[in-house]
């Protein structure tokens, strides 16, 4: 694992994720153990008031949801995530669904 700076997510907004959608993330779950898997929907919560993110911005409520292979089981936790235009970031995720393909992780940011 790398000890490359993290993304601020107090910054994130829907817009930052939004041009990343379908395209593949890492997870980094070791030293040894990196999976992909493609942010499928970047999506605003509607129905929810906004916030000021303590030291970020003001921003609407969003999700995100990637779609992991079946045979990928993690429990919800902070994860190590990377992308070539964000970089490295730690985002709290939870599994919400599985089907025969795939498992489904979101992350909320309110």
Known sequence: MTDAPLFDLRDATLATFS????????FHLGPEAVFEAPLFSATALTGHARGVVPGGVDREPFSLLFHLPVRVRLPQGLYRLEHPGLGFMEVF??????DAQELHLQAVFN
């Open 19 to 26: 041009p990343w959608v379908g395209q593949t993330f890492k």
């Open 93 to 98: 995720m939870v599994p919400v669904a599985m």
